[in-house]
Nanobody
Framework: QVQLVESGGGLVQAGGSLRLSCAAS????????MGWFRQAPGKEREFVAS????????RYADSVKGRFTISRDNAKSTVYLQMNSLKPEDTAVYYC?????????????????WGQGTQVTVSS
């Protein structure tokens, strides 16, 4: 089993920045492919970014490319999502996800483990 705990969400004005963190426990973190997803009210959960188990490969949704950066610190068993130039349409609950895999994954259905989510609200 893998336990995931997100933190770092909050309220920010458009154009601002936030950094989300996801701390993992229960499995060797370096064996996990990690991802971030988000879900806005009334919408399906969507892919945001993912990173391979060693951090050498990343993937991003087109909507966040150039603004968001995913990274991981295997020594701290933590994955991060740095979010810059935030827009009101980035408002959502952000979820961390994990799977015992090597490469970055982009589908909700590919991940086995999920955190409880952290709310990000961007005001205009």
């Amino acid at each position: 089993q893998v336990q995931l705990v997100e933190s770092g969400g909050g309220l920010v004005q458009a154009g601002g920045s936030l950094r989300l963190s996801c701390a993992a426990s229960g499995r060797t973190f370096s064996s996990l492919s990690m991802g971030w997803f988000r879900q806005a009210p009334g919408k399906e959960r969507e892919f945001v970014a993912s990173v391979s188990w060693r951090g050498g490969s990343t993937r991003y949704a087109d909507s966040v490319k150039g603004r968001f950066t995913i990274s991981r610190d295997n020594a701290k068993s933590t994955v991060y999502l740095q979010m810059n130039s935030l827009k009101p349409e980035d408002t959502a609950v952000y979820y961390c996800a994990a799977k015992m895999w090597d490469g970055p994954l982009q589908s909700v259905n590919e991940y086995n483990y999920w955190g409880q989510g952290t709310q990000v609200t961007v005001s205009s």
